[in-house]
């Protein structure tokens, strides 16, 4: 069965680094497209990054453009997120999810499979 496990996350300063990763496992990686969602305490779960299965084709929410930086290792069968210049308004819990269709997507209904979160705090 189709399997998300992220890592990473932690309590951070404002204007610090962080790296997620979502180790995947029970499909074929490689084949489809990858995304990073959010979700703030008593927010909607907010599309943050997707990546194409080559990492060809990338796109980013405008909030994010410029800090944080979506990557994947098909060898490894892994998804990652590097989050620089981070804000307090970037804290939220933060989910990998795929939705096995080749086809990029941002919404986050369309994604059928998710990971079950790591917490990122960003401190002022």
């Known amino acids: 069965q189709v399997q998300l496990i992220e890592s990473g996350g932690g309590l951070v300063q404002a204007g610090g680094s962080l790296r997620l990763s979502c180790a995947a496992s029970g499909f074929t990686f490689s084949r489809y497209p990858m995304g990073w969602f959010r979700q703030a305490p008593g927010k909607e779960r907010e599309f943050v990054a997707v990546i194409s299965w080559t990492g060809g084709s990338i796109d980013y929410v405008d909030s994010v453009k410029g800090r944080f930086t979506i990557s994947r290792d098909n060898a490894k069968n892994t998804l990652y997120l590097q989050m620089n210049s981070l804000k307090p308004e970037d804290t939220a819990v933060y989910y990998c999810?795929?939705?096995?269709?080749?086809?990029?997507?941002?919404?986050?209904?369309?994604?059928?499979?998710w990971g079950q979160g790591t917490q990122v705090t960003v401190s002022s």
């Open positions: 999810a795929t939705s096995l269709i080749r086809k990029i997507m941002v919404a986050a209904d369309e994604y059928a499979y």
